[in-house]
């Protein structure tokens, strides 16, 4: 009988004992440069943090946002009996004067071969942004006539660009223009495909507008040194949006490819659409961690896997970059999508913010694109989630993630919401939310494809 006594006692005082939960910050003594920072996690008592009362959503969850002073700020967090005491350091930032790096010109032109798969060939030299004007694959032969900081100017006919110099090694080579002997064009069911025949690999560039252009730099008996293709995008698929292209070589031959128009069943618009769905993060990755302790892996799978039942019903063609908690790197999910041949790559996220935001103010669904081609998926999805959910509208926006920087597919990322914010969170791990959710965005690529394609 005293055991059990005992035991009920030590149950009673564990229940009672529970008071609140801290996920960020994840640690009691950290070092924070900003001039806010907050507070997120749960309670399911009255919260104070330095006497100041914290508001709790219904749910439990709670951001609270505090500012910092350089130093040491202590903050005593206190519920009932339960009391954590955390220490942020905000850094004392010295004035650091940069000089601005100069470009250096040769006195002659170097050639060097490009050593990295997939290096960044970038309009300015910078390591971020939207600047990419190709991705080029190993051995292309570049001119470089100068450099600056950790980039080498490449010379593009009358304009240049910029590689990383991690991405290239010198050659002794004095690069002759290449040959380009002619092209095939071969007409499939799927594809308009262009082959051209170089004697060596040359940088290249494929700039979306219409007419498309391809450009083939460093190729002799062409107006400087450059070869021009221009592709009558609404002509050759009859007004119909672009939905996938891609450049590459094979040996020494540019394959340039068009996808062509999806012919849409009227009933069901997604019948037999090919479409990759991709969960964010997964295993060790576990990207970010809502107020009430939801990772994002997780959030992500279940919404995956949702959308994938609810696109499956509609007739479309589902593949599934992961199908449980595993991680999968970056470049694996693009190739797995591409292999497929998707005509539409999804990525499910949950969205964060950095420190200095409060993350009561922001909220809702975001969705970022990197090629034009996709933009206009991307806003009638996000145009059908905030009706259909009443999410905040958190806009379209371009960005430079590695899995919308895939243009054999429609590629985009869907910031379902914020797990930091509390009224975010609570609708993300509500099953019936998350149904209404992957219905939205169902019917948002019905509404795209019965508008941009041919019934």
């Known amino acids: 009988m005293k055991k059990l006594i005992l035991l009920l006692n030590l149950v009673l005082f564990g229940s009672n004992c529970f008071a609140f939960d801290i996920v960020y910050p994840k640690k009691n003594d950290v070092t924070i440069n900003a001039k806010s920072t907050f507070f997120i996690g749960s309670s399911d008592k009255p919260l104070k943090i330095n006497g100041q009362d914290v508001k709790l959503h219904s749910s439990g969850g709670f951001a609270h946002v505090v500012n910092l002073i ?70 292309i032969l570049l001119t470089i006539d100068g450099e600056k900081g950790g980039f080498y100017r490449v010379i593009l006919g009358k304009n240049f660009g910029w590689i990383a110099k991690s991405d290239v090694k010198q050659t002794p080579e004095n690069i002759i ?32 507008s219409d007419p498309m252009v391809l450009k083939l730099y460093n190729v002799k008996d062409n107006p400087d040194n450059t070869y021009i293709m221009d592709f009558p995008v609404s002509e050759a698929l009859n007004g119909a949006s672009l939905s996938g292209y891609s450049g590459e070589y094979n040996g020494n031959d ?12 009227h009933k069901k618009p997604l019948k037999n659409i090919k479409i990759a769905i991709d969960a964010g993060h997964g295993g060790s990755e576990i990207g970010a961690i809502g107020c009430l302790g ?18 499956k019903k509609r007739g479309a063609k589902v593949f599934m970059t992961r199908e449980d908690d595993n991680y999968i790197g970056l470049k694996d999910r693009v190739d797995y999508a591409n292999k497929e041949d998707a005509v539409v790559f999804i990525s499910i996220h949950s969205n964060a913010l950095p420190d200095g935001t409060d993350p009561n103010k922001i909220s809702g669904t975001s969705i ?38 895939n243009t054999n597919a429609l590629s985009i990322l869907i910031e379902t919401a914020y797990l930091i914010n509390p009224e975010d969170n609570a609708k993300l791990i509500d099953p019936q939310f998350q149904r209404v959710f992957v219905q939205s965005v169902a019917d948002g690529l019905e509404s795209y494809f019965s508008s941009h394609h041919k019934m």
């Open 254 to 265: 540019f394959i340039w490819k068009i996808r062509k128009p999806q012919t849409i069943n």
């Open 70 to 139: 350089n130093g040491k700020n202590t903050f005593i967090i206190q519920s009932e009996n339960k009391r954590q005491i955390f220490v942020i350091t905000k850094p004392e930032i010295k004035a650091i004067c940069n000089l601005p790096q100069q470009f250096i010109k040769y006195s002659k032109n170097k050639y060097f071969d490009v050593v990295t798969e997939n290096a960044p060939l970038r309009s300015t030299p910078v390591n971020a942004g939207i600047n990419r004007l190709a991705h080029l694959q190993r051995n």
């Open 368 to 405: 970022y694109y990197y090629y034009n081609q996709a933009k206009p998926l991307a806003e009638t999805i996000l145009n059908s989630i905030v009706t259909q959910t009443g999410l905040n509208d958190d806009k379209v926006r371009q960005a430079s993630f590695a899995v919308v920087r």
């Open 294 to 311: 939801n990772k994002e892996k997780d959030v992500a799978l279940d919404i995956a896997k949702l959308l994938e039942t609810e696109l």
């Open 177 to 208: 223009p290449a040959e380009l002997s002619g092209y095939d064009y071969v007409d499939s069911e799927e594809y308009f495909t262009f082959i051209f025949h170089l004697n060596n690999k040359v940088p290249f560039e494929i700039v979306e």
